[in-house]
């Protein structure tokens, strides 16, 4: 995959389904690289694989499509150019799309009432004045903001005390020609509210907020149920979890949540705590685990949670893979669905079917169909980029730590007998996973001509929450010692080449890259961005930081010292680029420039890349030209201090015997 390939990456989102199965629908999202956009409209594929994916809707941004109960009417989001995503409304039977909100910071996806004449969905409510709610008031000439509360911006949002996500409900009418009609904003007050789920008989609706004394010193939310026409929203849940995508049962008693089922007394303990599908009584009470959360974590993208047929359906996540289970209600066993080298991104259900978006090494997604006993593919959304023949295969492969500890993870290896020069990617989180899933990171890393290790050391997700906890307070111990052994076995394949290997990874990825190149000089180039390189300056600069290093680092101050990254900057000596986005919230950008300024004071070949205008995920929906803007500065990089043998210049002819050069290596 060469970077202007991105081009012809195609990613679609979570399907949904027509009642009567015999229909799915999807929003598939690429990149304009000529434009600098991102652009999606919804494919619309029969289920029995009799046709194939055509295109529905031809907007700018079209993406959350829902079917309404009665198969009638397609709600979605649509946005123009460089606008906010609004609902509309599209009649299946044919006819044109209209629009239906006009939220001046756009409106969350929507959500069907049983009845099909009503739609449910979240918006943020910004302060009169703020926000270009008033046209003669820039940002830079709006009041100041009076702080109060620990938790008050977001990496990608801004600033979020003054425009609160409330829900909204709106009543929909079939006169094409009437005004738009006027959603009634259902929830109010100084809390995010997020998850709109209508009960069966539509007069109520559960949502997740969190509205407990001291909310924004603790990581729970609780489920609330309100009146479909308002009111004083009541809490279902009192508990220590933080739960989110409420479902109701048909018969109404029970609501099924995704949930982080508890975060300890003071609600923090959220190190490597795996959400996972649990139910409580819709009157009130505890909430009941259907899976162990111990060894189940989901990681599917679906926005809601799917019960049918006395079951719920979830993604979990399971050794670099994202399998699909069907969970009874009655707590009997679960039925796999989808397993082995896959990623399930998102699932939906109709009459008979189920519909899931599944990924693999050399896809970002397609979608299949699941009937009993049968799995049929419905689309090659992947075709293009994979008639290019530059996408190669992950070969899984197991290291053994220094204490015996067994390292999964995955080489991906250029053509030709090598030796490659090599790249250890690690993965940010550090509670996540690499996985079987197209990761462009990779794909043009191979094609450049290098081998890419990628693994999973303690603190990923996916191996159960022991595997993850072993870094609680402990970061950079044996989550290091793990990544340097996957290193070492991997490079006893005389294809790869130890003596030219660099290192690169973002977030945590870039806090790990950081820190062992202040301890080891066995890599030959790096790359760190977005890192979490120095955990004291993170506490108060980082939209998550009040609670983030405390749970990874600890507060010992001897403690910290020793696992921060930054604190052995000083005895870095390998060439590093610093790659960082000027708007990271989430790792502020002085994580970056500290780094740099040290490098560059004590002469160490560097460079500091950053990126205007851009947050925390530049890598996965910054701007396009970013993002290929990005991708050609890495190479350029690699090709500097590892050159492949495709970035060798030929050799001129040599006529008569010549000195050979001294052997020099940049540390």
Not at 281 to 305: I, K, M, N, S
Not at 390 to 399: F, G, I, N, P, V
Request: one cysteine or more; charged letters at 25%; hydrophobic letters at 35%.
């Amino acid at each position: 995959m060469r970077p202007t390939d991105l081009a012809l990456l195609r990613t679609p989102g979570v399907p949904t389904v027509s009642p009567d199965g015999r229909t799915a629908v999807v929003a598939v999202t690429r990149l304009d690289l000529d434009a600098d956009e991102y652009r999606s409209q919804l494919w619309t594929v029969p289920t029995d694989g009799s046709a194939p994916a055509r295109p529905l809707t031809h907007g700018h941004r079209d993406t959350a499509p829902a079917w309404s109960p009665d198969g009638r009417w397609l709600a979605y989001l649509g946005a123009e150019s460089g606008g906010k995503p609004q609902l509309h409304l599209l009649p299946t039977g044919g006819g044109q799309a209209r629009r239906l909100t006009d939220h001046p910071l756009g409106a969350g996806a929507p959500v069907w009432s049983p009845d099909s004449r009503r739609l449910a969905y979240t918006a943020r409510v910004p302060e009169p004045g703020r926000y270009g709610t008033a046209e003669d008031v820039p940002p830079a000439a709006e009041p100041p903001r009076l702080i109060t509360t620990l938790a008050y911006r977001s990496d990608d949002v801004g600033f979020t005390t003054d425009r609160r996500p409330h829900v909204f409900v709106m009543q929909l009418t079939d006169d094409d020609a009437a005004d738009l009609p006027t959603p009634v904003q259902i929830t109010d007050g100084d809390a995010d509210d997020a998850d709109p789920a209508w009960s069966p008989d539509g007069t109520r609706l559960a949502f997740v907020s969190a509205r407990h004394p001291g909310a924004d010193r603790d990581l729970v939310r609780d489920v609330y149920v309100v009146d479909a026409d308002g009111g004083e929203p009541r809490r279902v849940t009192g508990s220590r979890a933080d739960c989110s995508k409420p479902a109701w049962t048909p018969d109404g008693g029970t609501i099924v949540v995704t949930a982080i089922p508890d975060l300890g007394p003071d609600g923090l303990d959220f190190v490597a705590r795996n959400e996972t599908v649990a139910r409580v009584d819709a009157a009130g009470g505890e909430l009941e685990p259907l899976l162990d959360p111990e060894q189940h974590g989901r990681g599917d993208e679906t926005p809601g949670t799917v019960v049918a047929d006395g079951a719920v359906l979830v993604g979990v996540e399971r050794r670099g893979a994202v399998e699909l289970l069907r969970v009874p209600l009655d707590g009997g066993e679960p039925e796999t669905l989808v397993d082995g080298d896959f990623t399930v991104r998102g699932f939906a259900v109709g009459r008979g079917v189920v519909v899931a978006t599944v990924a693999h090494d050399r896809s970002a997604g397609e979608l299949i169909a699941i009937t009993p006993g049968a799995k049929r593919l419905l689309t090659g959304f992947g075709s293009a980029l994979q008639a290019t023949g530059r996408l190669h295969r992950m070969r899984e492969t197991t290291a053994t730590a220094p204490d015996g500890y067994p390292v999964h993870g995955w080489v991906t290896t250029p053509e030709g007998p090598g030796p490659h020069p090599v790249l250890l990617m690690v993965h940010g989180g550090p509670y996540s996973q690499y996985g079987w899933t197209l990761l462009d990171e990779t794909q043009t890393a191979v094609t450049a001509g290098y081998a890419v290790l990628q693994c999973n050391p303690r603190g990923s997700s996916g191996y159960g929450q022991a595997h993850g906890r072993v870094v609680k307070e402990h970061l950079g111990e044996l989550d290091a010692a793990d990544v340097l052994a996957f290193l070492d076995a991997a490079l006893e394949d005389p294809a790869l080449d130890g003596e030219r290997v660099g290192i690169l990874g973002g977030s945590y990825g870039g806090y790990m890259t950081t820190l062992l190149l202040g301890r080891t000089t066995r890599f030959t180039a790096a790359i760190s961005e977005r890192g979490f390189n120095d955990p004291v300056s993170f506490v108060g600069s980082s939209d998550i930081g009040f609670f983030f290093a405390d749970g990874y680092v600890g507060t010992d101050p001897e403690r910290i010292t020793a696992q921060s990254a930054m604190a052995g900057a000083h005895r870095i000596s390998t060439p590093t680029m610093v790659v960082h986005s000027e708007e990271d919230w989430r790792c502020p950008l002085e994580q970056g420039t500290r780094l740099y300024v040290e490098l560059q004071r004590r002469g160490v070949p560097t460079e500091l890349l950053l990126f205007p205008g851009e947050g925390h995920e530049l890598t996965r929906t910054g701007r396009p030209a970013h993002r290929l803007a990005r991708f050609e500065h890495v190479l350029r990089w690699w090709a500097r201090w590892l050159p492949t043998e495709q970035d060798r210049p030929d050799p001129e002819p040599v006529t008569e015997a010549a000195p050979a050069p001294p052997a020099t290596r940049v540390r």
